[in-house]
């Protein structure tokens, strides 16, 4: 039976399977290649940037960093007089401040959106499958494929935009209970079906 079996032999419900999975693994890999573009610096470089980059004098900037750490003393609180030199280590202790920028955080955020859609992608596919094979009715199998499916992109582009736009949290928020109850009720569907005997 098998043997002859291809896909457009495939109930409604099943080719929704399949193609959800499918467009899911083309936007994983679309996904991935946009970052490879970000990441070879052929998108998202501030010119401006890269130029102000090249015209920096190094040496210059150290040699004033270095004259003024040896002018600028700190008291020793330890010992009443004594001073310490400011070094550049103290330096950043001052600042506090993060260096990333927000393109770079929205890049970071971008590959972790990349890594949950790959991980969700494969687990709609590995519990979809054996939600396919379940006793649930074809129209309960399509209606948990369209809810699961869109829910896994809603939960990636929500991590992507973290701590660089407003809504991404309404879309983590809208995505991460959708794919949680999705997979909690084909867990029970399935659990329930291995409870059963089957009929010859």
Not at 17 to 42: H, K, N
Not at 48 to 64: F, G, I, K, R, V
Not at 116 to 134: P, R, W, Y
Not at 176 to 182: D, E, M, Q, T, V
Request: proline share 3%; aromatic share 12%; hydrophobic share 50%.
């Amino acid at each position: 039976m098998w043997e002859k079996f291809n896909l457009t032999m495939l109930p409604a419900h099943g080719k929704l399977f399949v193609g959800i999975f499918t467009a899911l693994m083309l936007v994983a890999m679309l996904w991935a290649g946009g970052l490879a573009i970000i990441e070879s610096g052929l998108f998202g470089g501030d010119e401006d940037e890269m130029q102000a980059q090249a015209a920096y004098d190094y040496q210059a900037d150290l040699e004033a960093i270095q004259s003024d750490s040896e002018a600028v003393t700190a008291p020793n609180w330890a010992d009443s007089g004594q001073e310490e030199p400011i070094t550049n280590e103290d330096m950043g202790k001052f600042a506090g401040a993060s260096d990333e920028t927000t393109w770079e955080k929205f890049v970071d955020n971008l590959k972790l959106g990349h890594v949950h859609l790959n991980g969700h992608t494969a687990l709609f596919f590995a519990i979809g499958v054996l939600f396919f094979f379940s006793t649930a009715s074809i129209k309960r199998k399509k209606l948990v494929y369209w809810i699961f499916g869109p829910a896994i992109l809603i939960h990636a582009i929500g991590l992507a935009g973290t701590d660089t736009c407003p809504y991404a949290k309404i879309f983590i928020y809208i995505g991460g209970p959708l794919i949680l109850l999705s997979v909690f009720y084909m867990s029970l569907k399935i659990f329930s079906d291995l409870r059963k005997k089957g009929t010859a």
